[in-house]
């Protein structure tokens, strides 16, 4: 009898798991299914007739089954995409009474697409609704052009941002080298390769890594302002027309953190004046004056910050003949995290010195100095070395606080004598900060 029960709870066991694969098939099957799915309550393809804040409001949007919203957006204005989260629909009421927008809902995405920008990403989700809103700066009768739609190709890291500890040496939870090709070629969603290339001679007092002589301390903007920039040339030939450079590309932050890049037309030593801006990352050539030129900057391209009429120190530098900056800082932007993974160093000095690689956080109106790592120099040496270090950029659009920014600095006994120069590459990874 026992022999016969086995056999029967044999069989059940056999029938109940083969059941519970077949559900689990059909379930996938209906998710592949919902691979994705256009939204036209999202979408916007039409001559905008309204402008300024809150231009477009859409309803709740039930997201059940999917994991990501996939947005495409183009116009010939700044936009400002702002995606709320909620677990409830959206509902208006006919007494009167307030509407649930505002005890039901918190911003959880805010994108910042600038005039004529192909826009295109895919952002996490994690709620059962979503509303989108949308600012618009420009006119009346710009045509806008936004696909929104659901889907399921997000696929979340194995680096989590909270587990990761400021330390050398971590091992990291991927393979690098396939994590590296993963991101360049666009694999992963909400990441991007990072690489910051400095290089400058060492000096008797404690400075910024910068190159051709330049001997500043960090600009440090102390307000939540943005300021303005003059850019020129040491010398008169970087111009259109004439033997050096004519454009000058800058990739900057505009207030709160936003990208802001734009082409300069240089005039030679004249400064040449633009706005907007927080932070300068990265600046390079993209134009010579002439054919038959020399197809490079003759001269030291500075950009300066204008406070109060008052120009500052210069917070980019195109060395004369480099045709890109070397900036020995970088501000996060909005949204953002970035991880530093490797630091490679070569030092052509004839003298001991030192770098040092720092974090400033922006608090309170304040900016706060740490010190993350001292690198000791040795004369002639290279090193490369594993590390994990990260900083953030702001999360809010009407504050910078919670801004932060790296600078590598330098450092000798005593002015080096002879040859001096190092060389320094730090690589990693930006990072959405809502994948």
């Known amino acids: 009898m026992l022999f016969f029960i086995i056999i029967i709870v044999f069989i059940f066991f056999?029938?109940?798991k083969h059941l519970l694969n077949k559900t689990k098939m059909a379930f996938l099957n209906h998710h592949k299914k919902r691979k994705y799915l256009k939204i036209p309550?999202?979408?916007?393809k039409q001559y905008i007739k309204t402008?300024?804040?809150d231009c477009f409001k859409s309803n709740s949007i039930d997201c059940s089954g999917f994991n990501s919203l996939v947005i495409s957006h183009k116009s010939p204005s700044i936009s400002t995409i702002k995606i709320y989260k909620g677990n409830k629909e959206y509902q208006t009421f006919d007494n009167g009474a307030s509407d649930n927008f505002s005890t039901e809902y918190e911003l959880y995405r805010e994108l910042?697409?600038?005039?004529n920008e192909n826009y295109n990403k895919i952002i996490s989700i994690n709620s059962k609704f979503i509303i989108l809103r949308l600012d618009y700066s420009g006119s009346i009768g710009e045509y806008v052009d936004m696909d929104v739609g659901l889907s399921n190709d997000f696929q979340p890291l194995s680096v989590r941002d909270g587990l990761i500890e400021f330390k050398d040496n971590v091992n990291l939870s991927r393979n690098t080298?396939?994590?590296?090709v993963d991101v360049a070629d666009e694999n992963i969603q909400g990441m991007e390769t990072f690489q910051l290339d400095l290089k400058g001679n060492l000096t008797a007092s404690n400075t910024l890594l910068w190159g051709s002589g330049l001997n500043t301390s960090p600009y440090l903007n102390p307000t939540n302002s943005t300021f303005t920039i003059h850019i020129a040339s040491s010398s008169t030939l970087d111009k259109d027309g004439s033997m050096g450079a004519s454009q000058?590309?800058?990739k900057g932050l505009s207030q709160y953190g936003g990208l802001l890049n734009e082409t300069i037309n240089l005039n030679g030593n004249t400064n040449v004046v633009s706005s907007g801006y927080k932070a300068i990352n990265h600046a390079e050539i993209v134009n010579v004056g002439q054919t038959t030129g020399l197809h490079i900057n003759v001269g030291d391209i500075t950009i300066?910050?204008?406070?109060?009429?008052?120009?500052?120190?210069?917070?980019?530098?195109?060395v004369a003949e480099d045709g890109i900056s070397h900036n020995p800082l970088y501000d996060v932007p909005y949204?953002?995290?970035?991880?530093?993974t490797k630091i490679s160093i070569n030092s052509f000095c004839e003298d001991e010195g030192e770098l040092t690689l720092n974090k400033y956080k922006y608090n309170d109106n304040k900016w706060v100095k740490h010190k993350l790592k001292r690198f000791h120099l040795h004369s002639q040496q290279q090193m490369t070395f594993e590390c994990m270090y990260i900083f953030h950029g702001n999360t809010s659009s009407t504050s910078e606080n919670g801004s932060e920014r790296l600078t590598i600095e330098r450092k000798s006994t005593a002015t080096p004598i002879g040859f001096n120069e190092v060389n320094v590459s730090l690589f990693g990874f930006l990072k959405d900060k809502s994948f």
Not at 177 to 180: A, G, I, L, S, V
């Open 14 to 16: 056999l029938n109940s």
């Open 41 to 44: 309550q999202l979408s916007l």
């Open 51 to 53: 402008v300024g804040v």
């Open 112 to 115: 910042v697409i600038q005039n």
């Open 177 to 180: 080298t396939n994590f590296d």
């Open 248 to 250: 000058l590309k800058i």
């Open 304 to 318: 300066k910050p204008v406070i109060g009429g008052i120009e500052q120190d210069p917070i980019s530098l195109v």
């Open 335 to 340: 949204n953002k995290i970035l991880y530093i």
